[in-house]
């Protein structure tokens, strides 16, 4: 992934990354299953930094796929927005349904804590930017409320599943 992650890359090879890393996600995701499994009971703990690169990989992926899209001129502001609101929805789905799926409470705070930091760099891009087209400007704003409230959901299932 990160030999793949290239400022001069233009086109379709702005792609590239976030696709590496949908890869590694994906490849953690199998081996996160095989550690939830009954077979593996009792060695949560030693799974535990490969859930955490797992949840890590999965919000890194929408991450470097919204700044491929939103790095191209042409793109409208619309299309960038759907973009944001659609990662910020996947994640928190993905982190409340492999969290429930699979018992699994540190996938669900690792995204939880993606979505915050999301939700907080937007809130401090908003703070900071004074020219920003309004169409920005109320689509960040939702995508900073949409973030907070999927980090809560997240958490709520790592609770869910910590506790039942």
């Known amino acids: 992934w990160c030999a ?3 400022p001069s890359y233009q086109g379709w090879a702005l792609y590239v990354s976030p696709f590496m890393l949908a890869g590694t ?3 953690l995701s199998q081996l996160h299953t095989v550690a939830m499994s ?3 009971e009792g060695l949560g703990w030693f799974f535990l930094p490969l859930t955490m690169h797992f949840g890590w990989t999965t ?12 790095s191209h001129p042409e793109v409208s502001d619309s299309t960038v927005i759907a ?15 492999v969290t429930l799926a699979q018992a699994s409470p540190a996938y669900a ?8 930091a999301c939700a907080n760099g937007m809130a401090k891009r908003l703070a ?17 409320n949409l973030c907070w409230a999927g980090a809560a959901a997240c958490a709520a299932s790592a609770l869910y599943v910590s506790v039942v």
């Open 25 to 27: 996600a994906l490849s």
């Open 83 to 97: 973009a944001g609101h659609s990662s910020a929805f996947l994640a928190t789905a993905l982190g409340v349904g």
């Open 109 to 116: 705070l690792t995204i939880a804590w993606a979505l915050s």
């Open 59 to 70: 919000a890194a992926t929408l991450v470097n796929l919204n700044g491929s899209i939103a």
């Open 38 to 40: 009954p077979a593996a």
């Open 128 to 144: 900071n930017e004074t020219n920003l087209r309004d169409s920005l400007q109320t689509g960040a704003t939702v995508q900073k």
């Open 4 to 6: 793949s992650l290239r």
